[in-house]
């Protein structure tokens, strides 16, 4: 079956501008996360969506939002971008949630300049 | 709230060393997963352990899960170049913690 496919592979946006993420998960797969992984870090957790349900957030600013349709496919949305969001944002879907194997996407590489 | 310390940050190894990487979590976990990032990559699903004293092998890779289910490590035997990339334990709270992973580099 289909991996998690996330759309665009590259961004470069300018400082202030807003940006969407797009996330197709698993067929089947009803939970997506979100994670922002920048150089040498480690994976830094947005947002875990259920059945069109924010179920988790991360500490992130109100800035990071998302939401999931009835289809399962999610959206990231960033407002007002800073320099210090550029990183590669990650999404993953898995069948019941944290207890349960995540797969990945390639990422969303984010160039905010 | 729930840590998930991994250590090392780096490993350098020479090609055919072994190499370990260890997690511990603050809280007893209900069960401790593994990924593996390769450079440029994203991370892949290595494998979950579930039990208390569990050791599960994939080749050269051993796994285990402590007893009390808040430590486990991972150790390749004989490392080779296809080893590279960094190694992340990750265990489930509400969401899942990760760690911060730890990069296996091959010395040339």
């Known amino acids: 079956k289909a991996g998690v496919t996330q759309t665009p592979r590259y961004l470069i946006k300018t400082r202030g501008q807003q940006v969407t993420l797009s996330c197709s998960p698993i067929s089947g797969h009803r939970s997506v996360s979100w994670y922002q992984q920048t150089p040498g870090q480690g994976l830094q957790f947005l947002f875990e969506?259920?059945?069109?349900?924010?179920?988790n957030k991360g500490n992130f600013p109100g800035r990071f939002s998302g939401r999931q349709f009835s289809n399962s496919r999610s959206e990231m949305n960033v407002s007002t971008l800073e320099l210090g969001d550029s990183a590669l944002y990650l999404c993953a879907s898995s069948f019941r949630g944290p207890t349960s194997e995540a797969f990945f996407g390639q990422g969303t590489r984010l160039t905010v300049v | 709230g729930q840590q998930v310390m991994q250590i090392p940050q780096y490993q350098h190894v020479q090609e055919g060393e072994d190499f370990t990487t260890y997690c511990n979590s603050s809280?007893?976990?209900?069960?401790i997963q593994w990924y593996k990032q390769r450079p440029g990559g994203h991370p892949v699903f290595l494998i979950q352990l579930v039990k208390s004293g569990e050791v599960k092998k994939q080749k050269r890779l051993t796994f285990q899960f402590g007893e009390a289910k808040k430590n486990s490590s991972l150790h390749i035997t004989a490392t080779q170049t296809t080893d590279v990339g960094t190694y992340f334990c990750a265990g489930p709270n509400y969401q899942l913690i990760w760690g911060a992973g730890t990069k296996l580099i091959i010395k040339p």
């Open positions: 809280t007893t976990l209900s069960n």
């Open positions: 969506y259920f059945s069109e349900t924010q179920r």
